[in-house]
């Protein structure tokens, strides 16, 4: 009798890193199969004490913006808010009116003191010049009110006005607020951080703001600080962990506690055969419609199934696969299983992939990878 | 695992000698030879040897812990 930590043979937490790896618990002894980060450029996130820090270049990051720590993989994005930090009227860049702000007026969310205080007389707007398509983009910005809890009027504008009141605390937060504009390509697009033409009905008329971003993403991604232009964040990818004595291809488990953030892409942890074989692979996945997949391929069949639940939740998912017998297991319940036409064989899946061809996004709390079948109470256990 | 059987309990916490896991003294020891230990700190010391990076350890212990404990 052992128990699952005995039993495990590769174990991925966010704990130890280096550059250019994210660390194994387990094994403990070479070969560590450990995942190798590449491309991404200079990065932000949250630290453990809930300031946002860069990671320099090819440095993994652990990110606890969700209130733990995850290990974080994004993809590229880019900041096209100008100036994201200086929230003054610039020349083709933004404009105010009826508005005063003041500059370095409190600790903002990097423990710097670059937060702006910004307060709205009547009839005022401050906005920033945005080239925004068609796309669907969010718009993200940390507002903190300096006195007490209160509404404060947000808007974007791509033609017509968007005006909408966001809850502003005496913390800072991240408001975000994703929207698709319209397909003109004529008219002048803003986002604004304070307008109250609207007669919303705000409490606030004085907020401090700091770090706005404007991105074509249906979230908003970590924060890309930005200047004169827009910025853009490369995206990154963690590759070739695993080893060949660490996977057992006839029988093993993969689980994984993970959360995605694109619901309309494709977002795929696997394991594969060696070179990046997807053709040979296990992998959980979610799907382009949100969805938490299985999708298994041999050299015979393509095996899909459904877990249920949204892989934009952070879930546990495991995958038993034991000769020809597949069992699929999300938060404490068998949800399915079935028959992989003949199997695996012995040394085919060697490899574990974040991210390779439609290649995972989202926040990873937990990579477990075990030589055996489990049963299916010891899979209970561990995705409860 | 942690004992939660009854009498046999107080072999977690019993007064004689300096630890249940680290007792030298005499017949005390024979409580080291038969405790239960957790791989858990042994694992995250090496873990941390070969990071330049560490961080995020009390959470790492907290997942490493339950799955010591699932053991049907």
Redesign the interface.
Known sequence: ??????K?SI?L???????GAI????P?SSP?GDLTKAGGTVATRVN?SGLIETATNN??R?DYASG??NILVEPASTNLLKYSEDFTARSGVGSLNNVTVTSNATTDPTGGNNGSLVTLSANAYANKNITMTANETTYSIYLKSPTVAGTYPLNWFDGSHHRQLVNVTTEWQRIQITFTPNAGSSVSRFVYFGDNRGGLGETLSSVYVWGGQVENKEYASSYIPTTSTPITRSAESYLDGGDVSLINSPSGVLFVERQCFDSGVNDRIQITATGRNENISVSIYGTSLGANYLRIKNSTSNFFRLFGGLKTNMEKLAVKWDGTSVKLFREGVLVDSGTLSGGFTSNQLTEIHLTTGEGFNGRL??L?VFKEAL?D??II??TS | MANSINWGKIYDSTYWGVGVTSNTINWGKSYSDIAETSVVPSLLSILEARSTYYENAAATTTLLTNLENIDL
């Open positions: 009798m052992a128990n699952l930590l005995e495990a174990v937490t966010p704990t130890g890193y280096s550059s660390h194994n618990v387990k403990n560590f453990s440095i993994p652990i733990s720590g709390k937990q477990i049963s109470a010891e256990a561990l």
